[in-house]
Nanobody, 121 residues
Framework: QVQLVESGGGLVQPGGSLRLSCAAS????????MAWYRQAPGSQRELVGT???????NYQDSVKGRFTIARDNAKNTVFLQMNSLKPEDTAVYYC???????????????WGQGTQVTVSS
């Protein structure tokens, strides 16, 4: 069992910044690629960006240059630094991780519960 808990969401004005955290806990052998998704009201969930176990990142075009994903493998935590926030960034942000629970188990996908980010003046 792997649990992912997001934190750091809240209300911010346009142009402001927020830093989201996602901490993984439970019993697992390894955390591989982790990702941030978001889902705006009335919209489908979309990928924000990914980070591999080695730290290689990829981002959706709409957030490139504004968002940064980082991870602290020692703490099993991934971060999403969001700068220059826009109203269209308003969404519930979800952490996702691919992990193996044991050395022998195949990769499984796990989701956090989500944290609300609201960008409004």
């Amino acid at each position: 069992q792997v649990q992912l808990v997001e934190s750091g969401g809240g209300l911010v004005q346009p142009g402001g910044s927020l830093r989201l955290s996602c901490a993984a806990s439970g019993t697992f052998f390894s955390l591989n690629t982790m990702a941030w998704y978001r889902q705006a009201p009335g919209s489908q969930r979309e990928l924000v960006g990914t980070i591999t176990s080695g730290g290689t990142t990829n981002y959706q075009d709409s957030v490139k240059g504004r968002f940064t994903i980082a991870r602290d493998n020692a703490k099993n935590t991934v971060f999403l630094q969001m700068n220059s926030l826009k109203p269209e960034d308003t969404a519930v942000y979800y952490c996702y991780a691919e992990a193996t629970r044991t050395r022998w188990e195949k990769l499984r996908g796990y989701w956090g519960q989500g944290t609300q980010v609201t960008v409004s003046s």
